[in-house]
């Protein structure tokens, strides 16, 4: 039995994303106003805050506006006013329609938003926080929760100095318990602890299966005669096929710098489509490539996104804590925005805990977090979305369109429909016989790049010798079964070379997991057909560093 040392505080937030950071001020906010003191700390796993952030971002600074009022006047990065909209309508890699906005759901638009990194955003929240007493602790990966009679009492952090058999190195150092009369989770899409909460305490069975997409994003460097500072660019159709859903952006940010991605649902059927090769061959469509011509990428970096929406939402409270943002899935997808949502459900979370702290018995399950939720615009606003993805998995791409512009821009998400997507994004891949190979081009080392220099830009490490943190339920399952029925589709939804089927001597097929290439995106923790991975957080401070993303 590993002894561990024990720290109290009132409050303890996993994630240092906008969710937990957004909590993190306003119970500070608050307790300041009560002339109560909180010990509050908030974990994170990312060598420093904004390490392991990656957003779009085009930034709605509702939340904010209620959080920090006088942000501009205390130096908010948040600088790049939205100019300019296009939208278009890809027909094939030369092709695109311009949309007009008559015809496009008016969530589309982006009048007023801002073009932000949002890694360097939480690094400026970072710093209000701790301007009002919030400790911080990035490197520290949360590990595992403590649960006793049934209620979450706080969360252990990782052991440092492990090597990959599980024994001590020396440098050996064990993981600290974090103990909290409340525990905020805020790990983001698909967060390992969330995960498990959610199962423990059946949060989701009045929910539909969460759904998720992943979303690429590269920084690049461009001639300054191209660039079009606040101008906002989204596409759908090529390169994805009709029952593979998703889109494209391109977003002219300050600095003579673009950001251009793509989303993929995972939902998609086909085995061999790559999400990664897709997302390079879409910059060769004259929109994209008359831009990023003759420029430099200088960053990348990949992660999932919960897009299920207002149906997929679990039951966000239980004994001993709160689950907030892309960890509970509040994420609007109508918008492609999910800042500024999981920044008011951090500072819901906060508002239900100071009134739990200021009483002589606080209970320990805050229900009251229900309540305020359902109050709330961000309640509004993600039920005023709620068939957006369904309407699209439902009726395809272009009725599915047409019912949601007619949804948004006529009654504001008041149609007496209700659309519901009950299928596990996993359980929708076809057998590889079933489908047809897809031939993706060479990368040309211009436009387009192979996932390993892909991978260096993301600035990935992870400790030397330390236990894999991708942990397979049954190590025969990626041949036997995934192989044999799917091709493997692994080696092809991971954006950063993770896994490979070798040959050994023999001619005996192996799984090779490359888990130092891991940029943390949960892909095939949410994809795997058969359900055999799971992620847990690895080391503290490994993974990606991205500067600004």
């Not at 300041?32 to 709605?60: N, P, R, T």
């Not at 309407?391 to 009654?411: E, P």
Request: net charge negative; glycine share 8%.
């Amino acid at each position: 039995m590993v002894e561990r040392e024990t720290m109290e505080f009132d409050v303890v937030v996993v994630g240092a994303g906008p969710a937990g950071l957004s909590c993190a001020i306003r119970l500070a906010q608050q307790a300041q106003q009560q002339e109560k003191e909180l010990m509050i700390c908030v974990v994170e796993k990312g060598s420093e805050v904004g390490a392991h952030i990656l957003s779009g971002a085009v930034f709605e600074t509702k939340a904010l506006d209620e959080l920090l009022p006088d942000w501009k006047d205390k130096g908010a990065p948040v600088t790049t006013e939205v100019t300019t909209d296009e939208i278009y309508l890809f027909k094939d890699q030369a092709s695109a329609t311009s949309i007009p906005h008559i015809a496009v759901p008016k969530t589309f638009k982006n009048h007023g938003n801002y073009i932000v990194s949002m890694g360097n955003v939480c690094r400026w929240l970072a710093e209000q926080a701790e301007q009002l007493g919030v400790e911080i602790f990035p490197g520290f990966s949360a590990h595992s929760l403590i649960i006793e009679d049934d209620e979450v009492k706080g969360i252990v952090t990782g052991d440092m100095g492990v090597d990959k058999d599980g024994q001590p190195k020396d440098s050996y150092m064990p993981g600290m318990e974090l103990r909290a009369k409340y525990t905020v989770f805020a790990e983001g899409c698909r967060g390992h602890l969330g995960k498990q909460l959610i199962k423990q305490f059946d949060l989701d069975k009045d929910a539909t299966p969460q759904h998720y997409g992943i979303g690429f994003k590269e920084i690049w460097q461009i001639d300054p005669s191209k660039h079009k500072e606040g101008t906002v660019v989204h596409g759908t159709g090529w390169p994805l096929e009709k029952d593979t859903h998703g889109g494209s952006f391109m977003y002219h940010a300050e600095n003579n710098q673009v950001v251009v991605g793509l989303i993929i649902d995972l939902n998609y059927s086909n085995p061999y489509l790559s999400p990664f090769d897709e997302f390079q061959r879409m910059k060769h469509h004259p929109i994209f490539a008359q831009v990023l011509e003759g420029g430099e990428r200088v960053s990348y970096g990949a992660r999932a996104i919960a897009k299920g929406g207002f149906h997929s939402l679990p039951k966000m409270h239980f004994p001993g804590g709160l689950l907030v943002g892309c960890d509970a899935g509040t994420l609007n997808f109508a918008k492609i925005k999910g800042n500024h949502t999981a920044m008011k459900s951090g500072m819901l979370a906060a508002d239900c805990i100071i009134e739990a702290l200021v009483d002589e018995q606080p209970k320990a399950d805050l229900a009251s977090f229900a309540e305020k939720f359902k109050a709330s615009w961000l309640y509004e606003e993600l039920y005023q979305s709620r068939n957006f993805g369904p309407a699209i998995h439902k009726l395809g791409r272009i009725l599915g369109g047409a019912y949601n512009t007619l949804d948004q821009n006529i009654f504001s998400g008041a149609l007496p429909f209700t659309f519901k997507d009950t299928h596990h994004d996993h359980a929708m891949l076809k057998p590889a016989s079933e489908c047809d190979k897809i031939d993706y081009p060479k990368p040309d080392g211009k436009l387009s790049f192979d996932k390993l220099s892909s991978v260096f830009l993301s600035n990935t490490n992870h400790e030397e010798s330390q236990p894999c943190h991708l942990k397979l339920a049954d190590a025969s399952i990626p041949i036997s079964v995934n192989l044999e029925k799917y091709a493997e589709p692994a080696q092809r939804y991971c954006p950063a070379s993770v896994y490979e089927i070798n040959e050994n001597d023999a001619g005996e097929k192996q799984f090779v997991i490359n888990a130092q290439n891991c940029v943390h995106c949960k892909t095939c923790d949410i994809k795997d057909p058969s359900q055999n991975i799971t992620w847990v957080t690895p080391e503290g401070a490994g993974g990606p560093n991205y500067p600004n993303m």
